[in-house]
């Protein structure tokens, strides 16, 4: 297969785990014979840097004549005080609205090997198996008006009927796919937007009688993450819910390098990113977990270029580099490697897979 992946490096530890995730695509591209070519362009900081803009125009153009998009992370303490409309995340922020993703697909698994690298008892984290289904181009992040002045400031929460239906319906599909369990996260008992979420939720389940549906408030939500996290199989959610709940979720897994994430669409287009930021205090030193990374080039295979096998082997050589004791340094335990250590590995593992193919079938 010939395809066109863009790939956006970003700040901090972007570019050193979007390296490490280019790496093991090319290697499974030799392992399975696919031709993917790769085109480099700025965003974030970097862009702001050379160019005096966080999106490009030429960057949002290597996009669009992309099939897919691997993103690092943007942002970073050297650009906390430019303008806010040309801020490095106004760049992700931007992408995400420009492309229409709004969707944005966070699975949360516990890792057998990583058990102990959890905060959370292993007996808790055991058996956790699930999706956040964020909404990612509505709500807080776009809504206007937008402003702040020296004595007040405000921001807007508006969703329509249509924005919520397709989300919800993602979310439905992925159930139904999955064990058939549904939760919609809202604040029902205060936000209006959240009202018409529960209410819509309630109109559409009747299409999905296999998916079992239950309403949770946020902040219920963020209790029962930690205390029985196994209990979910699909979430869905609002752009700033599914945000926070995301980040609180990674330490299930044992970090925050950890997860991977898709935004996506109607089509196969999607931008593919770890749902951690730039990792300032760390950017630099080889200590990035670029696992999170890595996972999501998987989660590209598979989503936009339907190559499930290949996603599947990323996935298997990830796990077991992890079975074989090997971490970075943000996971307690194991024997601690360098982004670049890790991710040979798990290239290392992709190879050998490969060699046992070709003794399977001489
Ligand atoms: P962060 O996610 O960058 O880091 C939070 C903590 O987690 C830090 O201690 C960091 O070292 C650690 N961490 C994150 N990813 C890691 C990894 N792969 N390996 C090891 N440790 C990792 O969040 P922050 O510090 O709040 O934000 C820093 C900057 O990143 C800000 O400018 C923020 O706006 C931006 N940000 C960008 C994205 C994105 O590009 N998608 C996401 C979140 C935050
Ligand atoms: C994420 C990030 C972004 C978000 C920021 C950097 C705009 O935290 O992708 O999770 O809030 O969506
Ligand atoms: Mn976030």
Sequence with gaps: ??????????????????????????????????EFEFHYAAIGGAAYDAVGEPLPDQTIEVCAASDAVLLGSVGGPKWDQVAPEVRPEKSLLALRKQFNLYANLRPVKAHE?????????????????????????????????RKKTEDSAVDTLVYTRKEIERIVETAFQLARSRNGK?????????????KLWREIVE??????????????????????????????????????????LSDEAS????????????????????????????APDIAGQGKANPAGAILSAAMLLK?????????????????????????????????????EQWTAKVIEELDSESVSDSICFS
Excluded: C, W
């Design 203 to 244: 109109e559409m389940r009747t299409g999905y009688p296999d998916v079992t549906v239950e309403h949770m408030l946020v902040d219920a939500a963020a209790m029962q993450l930690i205390k029985e996290p196994s209990s979910f199989d699909v979430i869905v959610t609002e752009n700033l819910f599914g945000d926070i």
């Design 303 to 339: 989503q936009s270029f339907g190559l499930t096998a290949e996603a599947q082997a990323i996935e298997d050589a990830v796990e077991r580099v992890l079975k074989d004791g090997y971490t970075t340094a943000d996971l307690k335990g194991g024997r601690v490697l360098s982004t």
């Design 1 to 34: 297969m010939k395809k066109r992946i863009a790939v956006l490096p970003g700040d901090g530890i972007g570019p050193e785990v979007t390296q490490a995730a280019v790496d093991v695509v090319k290697a499974t591209a030799k392992r399975f014979h696919h």
């Design 251 to 278: 330490m299930i897994t044992g970090s925050l390098g950890m997860l991977p994430s898709a935004s996506v669409r109607d089509d196969s287009f999607g931008v593919y990113e770890p749902i951690h930021g730039s």
């Design 182 to 194: 549904l939760t919609s996260v809202d604040k029902a008992n205060v936000l209006a937007s959240s």
């Design 113 to 145: 090997a990583l058990q102990e690298a959890s905060p959370l008892k292993p007996e808790i984290v055991e058996g956790t198996d699930f999706v956040i289904v964020r909404e990612l181009t509505g709500g807080l992040y776009f809504s206007e008006p």
